[in-house]
Structure formats: C-alpha cells, structure tokens
C-alpha cells in the first residue's frame, strides 16, 4: 500500500518561515483532497489547509493569510508554505489524501516555533 511521508519540519523562531512537503511512496492516482492537519500539545487534531484537485484551497482561520498549500500534480505533492509563523503553530503536522475513497495518512512532521 503507498504511504505518504512529510518532511520539512524543524525548529524555527517566532516570525519565521517553514515549507512541509507531503510525497507519496507508490502510486496514488485521482487525488481529489490533499490536506494538511495538525495537533499541538494537548489539542485535538484540526484541519489547517485543503486543496482540492481543480485548485480550490481552503484555510483554518487561524492561518489564513500565512500559510499557503499547493500541489504538484506531476510529482504527486503537496506543500505547506508557513510564514510568520507562532508559537502557537507548534505541532505535529499531518498530511491526508482521499483518493477514489480512500483515506492517506502521513506519520507527521514536528515543527515547533519557540525563541
């Protein structure tokens, strides 16, 4: 079965900027979500951004207008642009696809944003 990896994350100070990447190892085709969540320390998982496979992109309030999710179809991957980033950012973060009905998950990625 193909599992999708995360990279990118990593230790960055307030107002810094990150890029996560999400990859799939195998083949997923007809992709029709690409996601980001997220869980911080003692939170529950939220969903931080969505693509959807026309384009369209959806964003959690708290990251709308820092934080920019993209997909590369011929690479089969999606990205999180984090910029501005804040100690309340601190999370693991997840990458999920559903594709023909099926649901990915990543393992996760650590980013934590502390001075």
């Known amino acids: 079965q193909a599992l999708l990896t995360e990279s990118g994350g990593g230790l960055v100070q307030p107002g810094g900027s990150l890029r996560l990447s999400c990859a799939a190892s195998?083949?997923?085709?007809?992709?029709?979500?690409m996601a980001w969540y997220r869980q911080g320390p003692g939170k529950q998982r939220e969903l931080v951004a969505s693509?959807?496979?026309?384009?369209?992109?959806n964003y959690a309030d708290s990251v709308l207008g820092r934080f920019t999710i993209s997909r590369d179809s011929d690479k089969n991957t999606v990205y999180l642009q984090m910029t501005y980033l804040k100690p309340q950012d601190t999370a693991v973060y997840h990458c999920?696809?559903?594709?023909?009905?099926?649901?990915?998950w990543g393992q996760g990625t650590q980013v934590t944003v502390s001075s």
């Open positions: 999920h696809w559903i594709a023909k009905a099926v649901d990915y």
């Open positions: 693509i959807y496979s026309g384009g369209t992109a």
């Open positions: 195998g083949n997923i085709s007809r992709v029709n979500i």
